[in-house]
């Protein structure tokens, strides 16, 4: 799902009546960074909001969570309010009660008690109730593997695995592998064998490739479930 999409379905709905309304003349942030788009982000409505969440650091990898709150929306961001600084580039993922954000550190700032950091957003998945059912949940993820065609001669490629559901994930990589073509990925100790579904060409170069997985039971002809959240999100339960 797009940030786009997400805003509109309102991820925040629940929130109790008046506790969602415009920021106006809302002080510009100290900015300690380079941000791009500041400018053209600033033009986007902007939502005060006051919702509990929690962030988790993927660049410097760090699996402790950190808990924030959520005090602006916009279509392409939020504003968090935290206990720490984050440097301006930090890749992060933000767990809301609804859905799991993918972003990016765009600006910090030091206020008197606290810190507060802007958040342009990648990808966002919904994983409460309002999902669309038809559809397993994505979650985000943004790690570094390695793919090779099965059978092959093809030399390992370095790839980046985007997201993750319970029977698939989507991978970028340099190459375009055929559709149909059985693979085996690597990543975050794990090998997990699957078929590429999809291949879209990228406009700043490189290709998305979607991947469905089996289970070794599959492979073997008998009924198993397979769920590759745990191996990225062991603590995602369904």
Not at 26 to 46: C, F, M
Not at 101 to 113: I, M, Q, T
Request: glycine letters at 8%; proline letters at 8%.
């Amino acid at each position: 799902m797009t940030p786009e999409k997400w805003y509109v379905a309102g991820i925040f709905a629940n929130q109790p009546r008046g506790a969602v309304h415009p920021v106006r003349n809302a002080p510009t942030p100290l900015i300690t960074g380079t941000s791009r788009r500041r400018e053209d982000q600033r033009k986007e409505p902007r939502f005060a909001v006051n919702q509990d969440a929690s962030l988790r650091v993927l660049d410097p990898l760090s699996l402790t969570p950190v808990p924030v709150t959520v005090v602006e929306v916009s279509q392409s961001g939020m504003k968090l309010r935290l206990p720490m600084l984050l440097p301006v580039g930090t890749t992060v993922q933000v767990h809301l009660a609804a859905a799991i954000a993918l972003g990016e550190v765009r600006h910090s700032e030091k206020s008197k008690d606290d810190f507060f950091a802007g958040i342009i957003l990648r990808d966002v998945c919904p994983t409460g109730p309002g999902r669309d059912s038809r559809q397993e949940a994505r979650y985000p993820v943004n790690v570094p593997g390695s793919v090779r065609i099965q059978g092959s001669a093809m030399e390992t490629c370095e790839i980046s695995v985007l997201d993750v559901s319970k029977s698939g994930l989507r991978i970028r990589s340099p190459k375009a592998i055929p559709e149909g073509t059985q693979v085996d990925v690597e990543s975050s100790g794990a090998t997990i064998t699957g078929e590429i579904r999809y291949v879209r060409t990228l406009e700043e170069g490189g290709f998305n490739m979607g991947i469905r997985a089996y289970s070794a039971n599959e492979a073997e002809g008998r009924d198993g479930a397979l769920d590759l959240t745990v191996i990225f999100y062991p603590e995602v339960t369904s």
